[in-house]
């Protein structure tokens, strides 16, 4: 995520361009927390391809649910668009979404990457996976998230901090998985693993690891692919001497989360909303989202780009998004227990 100050004079900026007074058929107000600058791409080929226009409004997760909280009835807001099922379901639980029935849709997202009630979709899957040091860590130390509370990571891992919603949605799938007492043990065996207290995000941590900081750190692989792929030469110094592995949840595969976006319940407007939701699940703007931002496409008919595809082929775990989205408060309390800060 940006600063704080960044997405604050964002919004500032952006509130005027999306007045409630927006109320005609070729707009569509889009609150998002995504903060690609390749999301805009997306959006100005869905303003050729239909003629609406697309007004954006861009904040942190739960500044956007506090905002449209504050607007109620009167929101403009037509869709919210997060980078985590955790924010989608916050969402949803402050009755922000309403549900949205779609052929197209639901051919696109496979049902475990969206709302079994329809009130939000996944359009891009993201994997939180494990990035090691190959000169002091084999491969087969970091199969597994179990082995990441073990004492062989006594002091060497790197990982931000408990209000990261990517944590939270990886320790609800533990609950989920495990239950609460195990999930809380592992919990404890991370914060006694930890190499110093959680800083920075999830690109600081890849590199901490190649700093010597720590052995292991948890992320999100698109930040390792983009520094692997991207033009920058100390990012790519970095991810010569770090290596990604996509650890299992009791075999059963990786922890996979997604990007998607809920209609808002009292969109002004609605079909253009669900239009755009349509769009964004379209195997081009997967093939976009995959090409600019290194995630993985939801749809498994959706070729990845040869940087992306080169990771695309491990085992994604079959739990629902919607399962380990609604541990989160869980999640959040064993954390704050275990004095994960
Ligand atoms: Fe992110």
């Known amino acids: 995520m940006r600063s704080t ?3 604050l004079a964002f919004v500032a900026l952006a509130v005027t361009a999306c007045a409630p007074a927006d109320r005609d058929d070729k707009v569509v107000n889009v609150y998002t927390a995504r903060h690609y600058d390749s999301d805009l791409a997306l959006y100005e080929r869905f303003t050729r391809e239909t003629g609406v226009k697309v007004n954006r409004i861009e904040g942190k997760p739960d500044e956007l649910v506090a905002r449209m909280k504050a607007e109620g009835a009167g929101s403009p807001a037509d869709l919210f668009i997060a980078a985590d099922a955790g924010a989608l379901w916050r969402a949803q639980q402050a009755g922000l979404f309403q549900p949205v029935a779609s052929k197209v849709l639901d051919s696109r997202v496979p049902a475990s990457l969206r709302d079994p009630g329809g009130e939000w979709y996944g359009f891009s899957r993201r994997a939180r996976v494990v990035a090691y040091d190959a000169a002091r860590v084999k491969p087969e130390e970091v199969d597994d998230y179990a082995k990441l509370a073990g004492p062989r990571f006594r002091g060497k891992i790197c990982v931000r901090s408990s209000d990261s919603i990517y944590n939270l949605s990886l320790v609800g799938a533990l609950i989920e998985a495990w239950g609460p007492e195990r999930t809380a043990a592992w919990v404890r065996g991370v ?3 930890m190499a110093r207290p959680p800083e ?3 690109r600081d941590q890849i590199r901490a690891v190649a700093a010597g900081v720590c052995e292991v750190a948890i992320t999100n692989s698109y ?4 520094m692997a792929s991207g033009a920058d030469a100390a990012d790519k110094a970095v991810t010569d001497k770090v290596k990604l592995a996509f650890p299992s949840l ?3 595969g990786t922890h996979v989360n997604i990007a998607g976006a ?4 009292t969109a002004p407007n609605r079909d253009n909303a669900v239009r755009l939701l349509e769009f964004l699940t379209s195997p081009e703007s997967q093939a976009h989202i995959a090409e600019n931002n290194a995630e993985f496409p ?3 008919d959706v070729e990845p780009p040869g940087s992306v595809k080169a990771y695309a082929g491990f085992t994604a775990h079959p739990m629902g998004a919607a399962a380990f989205a609604r541990r989160q408060p869980e999640a959040q309390a064993a ?4 004095g994960w800060r």
């Open 191 to 193: 914060v006694a693993n």
């Open 335 to 338: 954390m704050s227990q275990a």
């Open 262 to 265: 809920g209609v808002a319940k």
């Open 200 to 202: 920075g995000g999830d």
């Open 223 to 226: 930040y390792y692919l983009r």
């Open 5 to 7: 100050l960044f997405s």
């Open 298 to 300: 939801v749809s498994p």
């Open 250 to 252: 009791d075999g059963k």
